[in-house]
C-alpha cells in the first residue's frame, strides 16, 4: 500500500481541521473524575453504552472518595451492560484508592502519574489529557488505527507504533486530528460499507476500503 505523500498528508490535515477544530469527545461528564472512569469504561464499549451507564454510576459515586469506598458488587450490577465489567469494577475502585491514597484524592494530570493507576494505560491516559487539557498527544483506538491506515499515514501493525507514526506525521494539534479520526471512522470511514461516494471528503487521498485492525 502506498503512503501518503507530503502534499496529500498536507490535504489531510488541512480537511480535518476543516471539518473537526472543535470537535469533542462524545463521551458525557462534567469533571475530570467522571472523564476518566468514562474513558476506562469505554474500552471495548460504545461511547452510547457507557453514556446510558454513567449517570447511575455518577449517582450513587459523584466523587472519587465515593468511589473508593464502593462495594465492588454494586458497581458491578450497575456497570454490567458494559464489556468486560467485571474487571471495570475492580479496577475503578483500586484506581480510586490510590487517587485518594497517592494523590491526596485530585486525578493527577499527567501521563506518567495517570499510568499508574488500575485500568489505565497509556491509551487511556492520553485520551483524558487529550479531552480535558487539549495536549498535543494521540491516542490510536480501532477507528484511529483504520483511518490512519486507510489514509496511508502508517503501515505499523500495532497500535503503539501507528501512534508513533501519526506524532511524527502529523507534529501539531494531535488533539484535534485525534478527534477528528475517531469521528470520522465513527461516522464516515466505517469499517464496513464506508461512506465513500457520499459523504466522505478525503477519497482523492483514500489507498484503501480495507478494514485494518492491529495485531
Not at 469533542?24 to 473524575?33: P, R
Amino acid at each position: 500500500m502506498k503512503k501518503a505523500t507530503k502534499k496529500e498528508i498536507a490535504f489531510i490535515k488541512e480537511k480535518f481541521l476543516e471539518h473537526y477544530k472543535d470537535a469533542k469527545t462524545e463521551l458525557k461528564y462534567s469533571n475530570v473524575y467522571e472523564l476518566l472512569v468514562s474513558v476506562m469504561l469505554s474500552a471495548q464499549c460504545t461511547d452510547k453504552r457507557v453514556n446510558l451507564i454513567t449517570p447511575e454510576l455518577f449517582k450513587f459515586y459523584p466523587t472519587v472518595v465515593d468511589m473508593s469506598n464502593a462495594n465492588e458488587n454494586d458497581v458491578k450490577n450497575i456497570i454490567k451492560s458494559c464489556s468486560f465489567f467485571n474487571n471495570k469494577a475492580v479496577n475503578l475502585i483500586k484506581m480510586a484508592k490510590r487517587v485518594i491514597d497517592e494523590y491526596d484524592g485530585e486525578i493527577p494530570l499527567d501521563e506518567k502519574k495517570l499510568i499508574t493507576l488500575a485500568g489505565v494505560g497509556q491509551k487511556t491516559a492520553h485520551v483524558v489529557l487529550i479531552e480535558y487539557t487539549n495536549a498535543n498527544l494521540m491516542a490510536v483506538d480501532t477507528h484511529v488505527f483504520r483511518i490512519s491506515h486507510r489514509l496511508g499515514l502508517s503501515s505499523s501493525k500495532t497500535v503503539n507504533k501507528t501512534e508513533e507514526d501519526l506524532v511524527k506525521i502529523l507534529k501539531d494539534d494531535l488533539h484535534i486530528f485525534h478527534q477528528a479520526m475517531v469521528l470520522f471512522g465513527r461516522y464516515i470511514c466505517t469499517a464496513k460499507n464506508p461512506k465513500c461516494d457520499s459523504e466522505c471528503f478525503l477519497t482523492k487521498v483514500c489507498k484503501s476500503t480495507k478494514s485494518f485492525k492491529p495485531s
